[in-house]
């Protein structure tokens, strides 16, 4: 088997950001779980709903084809093509009989101002994005963000994994195998790798992802993902609330909603907008 770099002959018709879109929905191929929060919260606050870092519709499109009006706002192109991608084979296999409420806006959600904005029932950042904003001030205006496109009483929810003290003793470089696959869009084999650092006077992670992917018995591409990512914790995630004007209804530590512990493996803030 020989290695190719992205964008070689091997794989003319698809871009590095492409490529790792597709494998960011590979490495969700087994369901965080959150959905069903995400629902509840619709059910309670009806809509509009805003997501924001939203991906490839992991959660905005099925949040629209349960009937809620919905805007996802991302940075990035390849995500919002696999959303929109999303919603027409989700809406065809669901057999709607009507266009699916959903706008999708390639926007930073740090310098957002939605047309809308001051009319959203719910707004969120789901599963970890949070942690993309790698500085504490990027973290704090994604959390203005939210509140300022809040209308009164409206619901926000932000949602962050909080590591143990023996993984980030492993975020010390070292290159650690997460897991062989095959990805049913291509058919290609995917091994995934990582390594990671941990600064621990910034609580910022340096990761880099490495994909190498092929057919049985073909060649073999890499693509590499290099990300800086601020950890945040239930006490953090509050005083940013606060600080944005949310009133803080409660911090869970799972996505039943039960009350965060020592062990949580998450934290999960629900505010409201006065």
């Known amino acids: 088997m ?20 597709r494998l960011y929905d590979l490495d969700l191929v087994d369901d965080p779980g959150d959905l069903d929060l995400y629902l509840a919260l619709a ?35 390849a995500m919002l093509a696999r959303a929109r991608e999303r919603a027409r084979a989700t809406a065809a296999k669901a057999a709607a009989k009507a266009d699916l409420d959903l706008e999708l806006v390639e926007a930073d959600i740090l310098d957002l101002e939605l047309s809308a904005a001051g009319t ?37 929810a932000v949602d962050v994994w909080l590591p143990e003290p023996d ?23 995917v091994t995934k790798v990582a390594s990671a650092r941990y600064d621990p006077t910034t609580a ?18 890499r693509w590499i993902r290099r ?18 004007g949310l009133e803080i209804e409660l911090i869970a530590g799972a996505y039943d909603m039960g009350p965060i512990r020592p062990g949580s493996e998450r934290a999960i803030l629900i505010a409201r907008r006065p």
């Open 227 to 244: 990300d800086a990512l601020r950890l945040v914790g239930p006490d953090e995630l509050a005083t940013m609330a606060a600080d944005a």
């Open 167 to 189: 993984d980030l003793a492993r975020f010390d470089g070292r290159m650690i195998f997460e897991y062989e696959r095959i990805d049913p869009e291509t058919g290609h084999e």
């Open 120 to 156: 959203f029932q719910l707004a969120f950042i789901a599963l970890n994005s949070l942690f993309l904003l790698a500085t504490r001030d990027a973290q704090r205006r994604a959390f203005l963000t939210l509140a300022r496109h809040l209308a009164p009483g409206g619901v926000a």
């Open 204 to 221: 910022v992670v340096d990761l880099t992802t490495i994909f190498e992917e092929g057919p049985p018995g073909g060649s073999v591409v």
């Open 2 to 21: 020989s290695n190719t770099s992205p964008g070689s002959s091997d794989s003319p018709q698809e871009t590095e950001a492409a490529a790792l879109a």
């Open 43 to 77: 059910g309670r606050t009806g809509g509009p709903i805003l997501e924001l870092a939203a991906g490839s519709g992991r959660l905005a499109v099925p949040l629209a084809v349960a009937g809620h009006a919905v805007t996802a706002v991302d940075l990035d192109s």
